[in-house]
């Protein structure tokens, strides 16, 4: 499959089945975020892979969505802002950008495997912190990315904007 295929067929997965995900595939996707690049390299991130029922259930409680609660494990990435780089002109702080970076490559590896998941930024981060037993205050859970067998394909036709909506070439 090449890259434009993945990309082309990724979906945001929301229903899984209860088949678990092979620990040699897990550790696939985990390979493909930590060679993500950051700004300067700094690598400013963590990655909680939850599979234990009592965790995934506090974390489930952060984004209360029943099809999230079909999850057979999640990646929460956290985001280290004091290891991050700041930009020296106005101190913009670029945690964020690597941490997607990172997180969008564990999505495509995800494809690739033929697992689904869905990149969720919508969840209490104080309650994920809490079910994590994060107590660094510089430490932000960011993504958190259910990942698993999808339970139905997906077959609905991605829209996107055009390409002359989207590029200006000056």
């Known amino acids: 499959m090449s890259f434009l295929d993945i990309v082309r067929n990724r979906r945001s ?3 899984y089945s209860d088949t ?4 040699e595939k897990l550790d696939y996707i985990l390979e493909a975020a930590r060679l993500a690049p950051s700004a300067v390299n ?5 990655f909680f892979v939850v599979k234990s029922r009592d965790v995934l259930n506090k974390i489930y ?3 209360d969505r029943e099809w ?9 990435v956290c985001g280290h802002h004091d290891a991050s780089w700041k930009r020296k002109f106005d101190e913009k702080d670029h945690c964020d950008i690597d941490v997607a970076i990172a997180t969008e490559h564990m999505v495509l590896a995800v ?4 697992l689904g998941c869905c990149w969720i930024c919508n969840f209490d981060p104080e309650l994920c ?3 994590l037993n994060i107590e660094d205050e510089n430490v932000e859970p960011m993504v958190i990315l259910p990942i698993g067998y999808a339970l139905k394909p997906d077959n609905a036709e991605k829209k996107r904007k055009e390409m002359g909506e989207i590029v200006t070439v000056i």
């Open 13 to 15: 997965v929301r229903g």
């Open 20 to 23: 678990p995900v092979e620990q």
């Open 42 to 46: 700094y690598q400013p991130w963590s």
């Open 61 to 63: 409680e952060s984004y």
């Open 68 to 76: 999230f609660r079909s999850a057979p494990l999640c990646v929460v």
């Open 111 to 114: 494809e690739e495997l033929g």
């Open 129 to 131: 912190r809490k079910a």
